[in-house]
């Protein structure tokens, strides 16, 4: 090839090669820009509708057993005070969660959901109020969550339906079983159980998982569109886990969020849909960085979709933040910044 590359045509091409390189340029200039003006942060609260979620400790509605197997009895009035719970209640005011998922996983080898405190239920019920309250119940699939055993599908289904009857002003619950991989048709079973055993009027909802990225090729942590359809449509509200991208570049984990909002929103069908967002740390856990899957970036992307459409869709309502225990001062302030105000 060198033979033709003479010095005269060599510098003939050079305009031809400067005016390409200086397209190149633009475009990655201009690429860099899309990205930048899909992280652009609204002010006044434009996209807060004041109905937002989080998901809380195990301690709030937990029983004494539980506190004793974890070696936590000295952290009871932590949860359990009047103080406690009314503290919980002006932070969730001030920072506009309506809906709390309280943690009562795992579930036994029988399907039976963790146990609570009866008393504790009812106090915390007195006093949160009118926060809606949903238990957050389910455990790992093939570990403590076997929704391929008719036996087990049956155990939880019932223990579900038995909590919402003895504590009848709980909202409802929310089922979080992971892996859970496209198309499984157990998890649907299971869904359908607990769905009849239920009583009437209570809000089933989904931790449920993204749509696929090419950027974290693992199936059995995103929903593919006909099952995540499949899911919504037997929901009453999805909370989608948009986070443990393995992500290291926080422009394109803001360019996910834009991508994967637009995506939930419209797949969700009348399912009222809570976008998940991360406030944890796990540094070192290798699919989470807590430098680019955080708060500011998570509503960065949200922000950036939103923002394009004429009016919010029907069956968005908010953002969920997981999670509560791993909040502080900075963190708050970020979300209220970044969100609220």
């Given at each position: 090839?060198?033979?033709?590359?003479?010095a005269?045509?060599?510098?003939r091409?050079?305009p031809?090669?400067?005016?390409?390189?200086?397209?190149?340029?633009?475009?990655?200039?201009g690429?860099?820009?899309?990205?930048?003006?899909?992280?652009?942060?609204?002010?006044?609260g434009?996209?807060?509708?004041g109905?937002?979620?989080?998901?809380?400790q195990?301690?709030?509605?937990?029983?004494?057993?539980?506190?004793q197997?974890?070696?936590?009895v000295d952290?009871?009035?932590?949860?359990?005070?009047?103080?406690?719970?009314?503290?919980?209640?002006?932070?969730?005011?001030?920072?506009?969660?309506t809906?709390?998922?309280?943690?009562l996983?795992?579930?036994?080898?029988?399907?039976?959901?963790a146990?609570v405190?009866?008393?504790?239920?009812?106090?915390?019920?007195?006093?949160?109020?009118?926060?809606?309250?949903i238990?957050?119940?389910?455990?790992?699939?093939g570990?403590?969550a076997?929704?391929?055993?008719?036996?087990?599908?049956?155990?939880?289904?019932?223990?579900i339906?038995?909590l919402?009857?003895?504590?009848?002003?709980?909202?409802?619950?929310?089922?979080?079983?992971?892996?859970?991989?496209?198309?499984?048709?157990?998890?649907?079973?299971t869904l359908?159980?607990?769905?009849?055993?239920m009583?009437?009027g209570?809000?089933l909802?989904?931790?449920?998982?993204?749509p696929?990225t090419?950027?974290?090729?693992?199936?059995?942590?995103?929903?593919?569109?006909?099952?995540?359809?499949?899911?919504?449509s037997?929901?009453d509200?999805?909370?989608v886990?948009?986070y443990?991208?393995?992500l290291r570049?926080?422009?394109?984990y803001?360019h996910?969020m834009?991508?994967?909002?637009?995506?939930?929103?419209?797949?969700?069908?009348?399912a009222?849909v809570l976008?998940?967002?991360?406030a944890?740390?796990d540094?070192?856990v290798?699919?989470?960085?807590?430098?680019v899957?955080n708060?500011?970036?998570s509503?960065a992307?949200?922000?950036?979709?939103?923002g394009?459409?004429?009016?919010?869709?029907?069956?968005?309502?908010?953002?969920?933040?997981?999670?509560?225990?791993?909040?502080n001062?900075?963190k708050?302030?970020?979300?209220?910044a970044?969100?609220i105000h």
């Amino acid at each position: 090839m060198a033979a033709w590359r003479s010095a005269a045509g060599f510098v003939r091409r050079q305009p031809r090669v400067a005016v390409a390189a200086l397209a190149i340029f633009i475009l990655i200039a201009g690429a860099a820009l899309l990205i930048r003006s899909r992280g652009a942060t609204p002010r006044g609260g434009r996209h807060d509708l004041g109905r937002n979620g989080i998901w809380l400790q195990h301690g709030w509605l937990g029983d004494d057993l539980w506190f004793q197997n974890n070696k936590k009895v000295d952290r009871i009035p932590s949860f359990r005070s009047e103080e406690a719970v009314r503290g919980l209640g002006s932070r969730l005011r001030a920072h506009h969660i309506t809906d709390i998922f309280p943690h009562l996983c795992p579930t036994d080898q029988s399907g039976r959901i963790a146990a609570v405190d009866d008393a504790q239920v009812e106090r915390f019920l007195d006093l949160i109020a009118p926060v809606r309250v949903i238990p957050w119940v389910g455990g790992t699939r093939g570990g403590s969550a076997h929704p391929d055993h008719p036996d087990w599908r049956q155990g939880f289904a019932s223990s579900i339906a038995d909590l919402l009857r003895k504590h009848p002003r709980l909202a409802g619950v929310q089922i979080n079983i992971e892996p859970m991989p496209s198309d499984d048709s157990d998890y649907l079973a299971t869904l359908d159980e607990v769905r009849r055993a239920m009583p009437t009027g209570k809000l089933l909802s989904i931790a449920a998982y993204p749509p696929p990225t090419v950027l974290h090729p693992f199936p059995e942590v995103h929903w593919n569109e006909r099952y995540f359809k499949q899911v919504a449509s037997r929901a009453d509200q999805m909370a989608v886990m948009m986070y443990d991208t393995a992500l290291r570049e926080p422009e394109t984990y803001r360019h996910l969020m834009d991508d994967w909002t637009g995506e939930v929103l419209a797949w969700s069908g009348e399912a009222k849909v809570l976008l998940g967002i991360p406030a944890y740390e796990d540094a070192g856990v290798g699919y989470h960085f807590p430098d680019v899957e955080n708060i500011e970036h998570s509503l960065a992307g949200i922000h950036a979709h939103l923002g394009r459409l004429p009016r919010l869709p029907e069956n968005y309502q908010g953002v969920a933040i997981y999670c509560d225990w791993e909040m502080n001062a900075q963190k708050w302030s970020a979300f209220d910044a970044s969100f609220i105000h």
